[in-house]
T-cell receptor, first 113, second 112 residues
Framework: KAGVTQTPRYLIKTRGQQVTLSCSPI?????VSWYQQTPGQGLQFLFE???????NKGNFPGRFSGRQFSNSRSEMNVSTLELGDSALYLC????????????FGQGTRLTVV | GNSVTQMEGPVTLSEEAFLTINCTYT??????LFWYVQYPGEGLQLLLK?????DKGSNKGFEATYRKETTSFHLEKGSVQVSDSAVYFC???????????FGSGTRLSIRP
C-alpha cells in the first residue's frame, strides 16, 4: 500500500509570492490534515479536509487555505508569503473515525527568502 | 484547553541504557494517545498508540501505558540503541476530529 505522498519535497520562494503544496493520501483514506512544523512553535494544526469539505481549522491567518479534490488529494496554498512561513509542512491521512491512526508524509520544506 | 506536555530535551544516553520520556496531557473525554518519532529530514512515523484507559501500546521495544488517573502516557524502552536517536513526540487525538495535538518533542541522542 503506497504511503502519503507530498510534493514537492523542497521549495524556495520569495516574500510576497504564493505557493501551492500537494498531498496524496493513502488509498481509501478520505481525511487529509495539514500541519506546520517550526523550531519555535513546534507542530501546529492548520486544517483538515474530509470529503472535499474543511472540517477543522487551526489558528492561522486567512493567507493559509486549502482544498480537497474528489479523489481525496489535497492542496494547501499560502499567499503573500512571509519569512515566518518558512517551515516543514506535513500532511497526514486517516480514515477518520474508523481508525484513529494518522499517517504522515515526508513533508515539504518551504524556505521563504 | 487540550494540550500535551512532554519532558524537555535533549536527552543523551549510552547504548543499552533504560529510557523514559515523560508525557502528560489535558483533554476532555477520552482521546487516543500516540507516540510519533521523527528521524532527521523525515516526516513523522507512528511509534505506538493506545485508544483507551489502561491500554498499553508497544512497538520495537518501546512501550507506553494510557493512565487516565494521572493523565499520562510515558514512553519507555529497556535498552536503547544508537538507531533510536531521533525526536519523539507525544500526542493525542479525538477520532471525531482528526486533529492531533502534539507535545513539543524530545530529542534523544544515544552514544555508542
Amino acid at each position: 500500500k503506497a504511503g502519503v505522498t507530498q510534493t514537492p519535497r523542497y521549495l524556495i520562494k520569495t516574500r510576497g509570492q504564493q505557493v501551492t503544496l500537494s498531498c496524496s493520501p493513502i488509498s481509501g483514506h478520505r481525511s487529509v490534515s495539514w500541519y506546520q512544523q517550526t523550531p519555535g512553535q513546534g507542530l501546529q494544526f492548520l486544517f483538515e479536509y474530509f470529503s472535499e469539505t474543511q472540517r477543522n481549522k487551526g489558528n492561522f491567518p486567512g493567507r493559509f487555505s486549502g482544498r480537497q479534490f474528489s479523489n481525496s488529494r489535497s492542496e494547501m496554498n499560502v499567499s503573500t508569503l512571509e519569512l515566518g512561513d518558512s517551515a516543514l509542512y506535513l500532511c497526514a491521512s486517516s480514515d477518520r473515525g474508523v481508525n484513529t491512526e494518522a499517517f504522515f508524509g515526508q513533508g515539504t520544506r518551504l524556505t521563504v527568502v | 484547553g487540550n494540550s500535551v506536555t512532554q519532558m524537555e530535551g535533549p536527552v543523551t544516553l549510552s547504548e543499552e541504557a533504560f529510557l523514559t520520556i515523560n508525557c502528560t496531557y489535558t483533554a476532555t473525554g477520552y482521546p487516543s494517545l500516540f507516540w510519533y518519532v521523527q528521524y532527521p529530514g523525515e516526516g513523522l512515523q507512528l511509534l505506538l498508540k493506545a485508544t483507551k484507559a489502561d491500554d498499553k501500546g508497544s512497538n520495537k521495544g518501546f512501550e507506553a501505558t494510557y493512565r487516565k488517573e494521572t493523565t499520562s502516557f510515558h514512553l519507555e524502552k529497556g535498552s536503547v540503541q544508537v538507531s533510536d536517536s531521533a525526536v519523539y513526540f507525544c500526542a493525542h487525538m479525538y477520532s471525531s476530529a482528526s486533529k492531533i495535538i502534539f507535545g513539543s518533542g524530545t530529542r534523544l541522542s544515544i552514544r555508542p
